[in-house]
């Protein structure tokens, strides 16, 4: 099982993404969060073929396509975040945080 903790930014809505793969690499996902279209996102996933999710472009993704149909804001990490999880829960990447530096 892996577990990836997101703060989004300005929105504040921290979300937690669960993501368990089976031997038959089908991800199952549960998302936690404050933010009701990412809560959204949590009910439209539910289970999703690993493979399925990371052979296709970015825009074909199951995670992506959800993502949309929830109308999550563009900009927003935790679709990223959910594949990220999904790669390492798979063995496919190895655990690693990410990080975005905002200047002006």
Same mark, same amino acid.
């Given at each position: ?25 089908? !991800?199952? /996902? ?7 279209? +990412? ?7 539910? @289970? #999703? &073929? ?16 959800? !993502?949309? /149909? ?7 990490? +935790? ?7 999904? @790669? #390492? &829960? ?15």
């Amino acid at each position: 099982m892996t577990k990836a903790d997101v703060n989004p930014g300005i929105c504040g809505f921290a979300t937690t993404v669960t993501c368990e793969v089976d031997d038959a690499y089908q !991800a199952t /996902i549960v998302i936690e969060s404050q933010c009701a279209h +990412v809560a959204k996102l949590s009910q439209e996933l539910g @289970e #999703v &073929s690993v493979l399925g999710e990371l052979r296709v472009p970015i825009n074909e993704t199951a995670v992506y396509r959800a !993502a949309a /149909i929830c109308r999550l804001h563009a900009a927003c990490p +935790v679709p990223s975040a959910i594949l990220k999880a999904i @790669e #390492v &829960s798979a063995g496919l990447a190895l655990p690693a945080d990410v990080h975005v530096s905002i200047e002006t």
